[in-house]
């Protein structure tokens, strides 16, 4: 009795941290602390407003000092973080056994309340080699005492409902369970790159795997007034938002793009005009990429999806400039896309009914298969470089910050 009524005024003590795993980062050797150092640069950014500490140590990221109403909050924003592969929310006590012990009753007590989960297995680490009990014997001997404690628990060690762990570092560290987050490399260990965004389903999601191995994003969109409404500008602008919430902020220059349209249409061959307006799409975004310090272009092509995107016509288009063209949807089948868009928040939005500029002075039989020589021969019937300076000069930038799905 005595006991219980100490764990009892213990629990309200306990020190809530959170305890971050971010696995590949040990592969990259002699640049880890850089990784390091940048994962840290994204935790404290998408934890901005809330009170917290970060520490490091060992092969784990601690966040502590987060009061108990803003834990859910950083949880849920941390889980956007790219670089974080799973977090758990531990308690932390001395390294002291009967102090371990009761805050192993204290989680398993909050698991047992909050859940209908029965069955459980005890994990332990000990990086502290001078704590007097190994691994084997704390898993033991806590699984023990946890089964006294509370008769309705039963040990799973293949497939446990509780993952009871035990980590004993500086201080010890108890926690049940893992939540899985984003994975990835931390924002801005891979350079930066221009996303071409329409108000597709498609580009959304290549922008989040670039920026999902490291890469800053800014981003390009072409924007076809009247042809295209005001509306169809506040989905691209509010795409864009949604993938800040992963990529940081997002230089988005919005592209007046009516004028080239139409010379394309009144001067070059009507079956190329998609092409043909594709490769100064390029050319623009290669312009603005430069002047954003990006070395690369992304668009959500993938291979055979439509004429433009056929194999001949994806070179015709790289033709069009010198920087890297990344397309990391090039293999995936348009249900695959979805299911990413759809676990990004990006899908409904991108749904919405708004025309873009593609879909409008659509060819009826588009070339499929260009060549590059006769399409530069089209491209030259007209001089657009007064226009293309034209455009680049009365882009509109939109500045887009929304880090951790937090709106500034
Ligand atoms: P999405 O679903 O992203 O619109 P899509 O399947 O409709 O792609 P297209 O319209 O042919 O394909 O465009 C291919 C790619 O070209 C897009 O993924 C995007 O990267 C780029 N793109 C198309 N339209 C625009 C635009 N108006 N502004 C900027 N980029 C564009
Ligand atoms: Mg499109």
Known sequence: MEQND??????????????????????????????????IDSIHKSLYGIKHRVIRENGRIFVTEI????????VERLKFVFGIHSLSVA???????QAILSACEHILENELNSHKNRTFKVFAKRADKKFPMNSEQICREAGHEMLVRFPELKVDVIEPQIKLSIEIRE??????????CAGGLPLGTSGRATLLISGGIDSPVAGYMLAKRGVELSAVHFFSYPYTSERAKDKVIELTRIISAYAGEIRLHIVPFTDIQLAIYEHCPEKETTILMRR????????????????ALITGEALGQVASQTLESLCV??????????????GMDKNEITEIARKINTFETSILPYEDCCTI????????????????????????????????????????????????
């Open 67 to 74: 009061s108990d109403n803003d834990i859910n909050n950083a």
């Open 361 to 408: 002075f659509v060819p009826k039989h588009p070339v499929t298969k260009p060549d590059v020589q006769k399409l530069r021969e089209s491209e030259a019937m007209f001089d657009f470089s007064n226009m293309i300076e034209e455009a680049v000069n009365n882009t509109e930038l939109i500045v887009i910050n929304n880090y951790g799905g937090v709106s500034r």
């Open 171 to 180: 201080k010890a560290y108890v926690y049940a369970n893992e939540i899985p």
């Open 6 to 39: 100490m764990n009892a005024n213990n629990t309200s003590t306990y020190e809530k941290l959170l305890l971050i795993r971010y696995g590949e980062l040990h592969l990259k050797g002699l640049n880890r602390p850089f990784f390091e150092r940048k994962l």
């Open 280 to 295: 100064l799409m390029m050319k623009i975004a290669e312009r603005i990429a430069k002047n954003d310090d990006a070395l």
């Open 317 to 330: 288009t790289n033709d069009a400039v010198s920087m890297p063209v990344f397309r990391p949807l090039i």
């Open 91 to 97: 308690i932390t006590v001395e390294k002291d056994w």
